[in-house]
Nanobody, 122 residues
Framework: QVQLVESGGGLVQAGGSLRLSCAAS????????MGWFRQAPGKEREFVAA??????YYQDSVKGRFTVSGDNAKNVVYLEMNSLKPEDTAVYSC?????????????????WGQGTQVTVSS
């Protein structure tokens, strides 16, 4: 069983920055695909970014603004978000990919965190 706890969300003005953290317990996440997803009110959950070892993946709308990274020693994955826009407002969740998951955006994820709210004001 894996537990994921996100933190770092909050209210920020457009153009501002936030760093989200996803702390994992119950399993070392090194080598696993770790994904970040978001869900805005009235919309479906969407893929934001993912990391597996040294490889990173991003949704087109966040490329150049968001950076995903991991700290294996701390068992934590981060999502650095810069140049935030009002359309980035959502609940952001992290997830652990199932063994063998090939495609970060559409693959299977076994465990999910509760999420952290990010609100960007205009």
């Amino acid at each position: 069983q894996v537990q994921l706890v996100e933190s770092g969300g909050g209210l920020v003005q457009a153009g501002g920055s936030l760093r989200l953290s996803c702390a994992a317990s119950g399993r070392a996440i090194s080598g696993y695909l770790m994904g970040w997803f978001r869900q805005a009110p009235g919309k479906e959950r969407e893929f934001v970014a993912a990391i597996r070892r040294s490889f990173t993946y991003y949704q087109d709308s966040v490329k150049g603004r968001f950076t995903v990274s991991g700290d294996n020693a701390k068992n934590v994955v981060y999502l650095e978000m810069n140049s935030l826009k009002p359309e980035d407002t959502a609940v952001y969740s992290c997830a652990v990919g199932a063994i063998g998951t090939m495609f970060p955006a559409t693959g299977k994820y076994d465990y999910w965190g509760q999420g952290t709210q990010v609100t960007v004001s205009s």
